[in-house]
T-cell receptor
């Protein structure tokens, strides 16, 4: 099946620093990728849609200046959490739809802890 | 926006038991998927099932699109089936998908 990878799998950073998370589709191209955030014992909440070659589309309530998304190629999207604070600590997951039959495939997630 | 509700929210069963998880959605959708999130957070694709019935080993799923619900059946549960099961829907093939609140399944030995 299709594989999506994320790096790093976990990261601890100090408050005020920035963290970059990479999402790669390993065996297919993805013009669109999605970024989700999941707090403990909650469902996945969509943060933004990453579009190759154009600006990301953010969901209501998500600060686009805080969560910078870059979709530089057909296999790579990055999420940068800028000036991270403890409330940004969460599990971040990316996904990419694969053509035919258009299933969404998810990365393994990145656990961010801001101290 | 579309609402996705899952029931029950929690389910505790003995090993070997069968279970049925339900997903209701508020609007017509073109895509529906079932996922299992393991204890490490990885989402595992179980079924891509916008309509009809599919089976994969001890798991099967049925979606009745006209009535806006889907069911996931797990037979002869094993402890490794424990985790959270999510239903997710989208309007079109590459559009964003909306997750339900999930069903937390615990299988006791």
């Amino acid at each position: 099946g299709a594989v999506v990878s994320q790096h790093p799998s976990w990261v601890i950073c100090k408050s005020g620093t920035s963290v970059k998370i990479e999402c790669r589709s390993l065996d297919f191209q993805a013009t669109t990728m999605f970024w989700y955030r999941q707090f403990p014992k909650q469902s996945l909440m969509l943060m933004a849609t990453s579009n190759e070659g154009s600006k990301a589309t953010y969901e209501q309530g998500v600060e686009k200046d805080k969560f910078l998304i870059n979709h530089a190629s057909l296999t790579l999207s990055t999420l940068t959490v800028t000036s991270a604070h403890p409330e940004d600590s969460s599990f971040y997951i990316c996904s990419a739809p694969r053509q035919g039959p258009h299933e969404q495939y998810f990365g393994p997630g990145t656990r961010l802890t801001v101290t | 926006g579309i609402q996705v509700e899952q029931s029950p929210p929690d389910l505790i069963l003995q090993e070997g038991a069968n279970s049925t998880l339900r997903c209701n959605f508020s609007d017509s959708v073109n895509n529906l998927q079932w996922f299992h999130q393991n204890p490490w957070g990885q989402l595992i694709n179980l079924f891509y099932i916008p309509s009809g019935t599919k089976q994969n080993g001890r798991l099967s799923a049925t979606t009745v699109a006209t009535e806006r619900y889907s069911l996931l059946y797990i037979s002869s549960s094993q402890t490794t089936d424990s985790g959270v099961y999510f239903c997710a829907v989208s309007y079109s093939s590459a559009s964003k998908i909306i997750f339900g609140s999930g069903t937390r399944l615990s299988i006791r030995p």
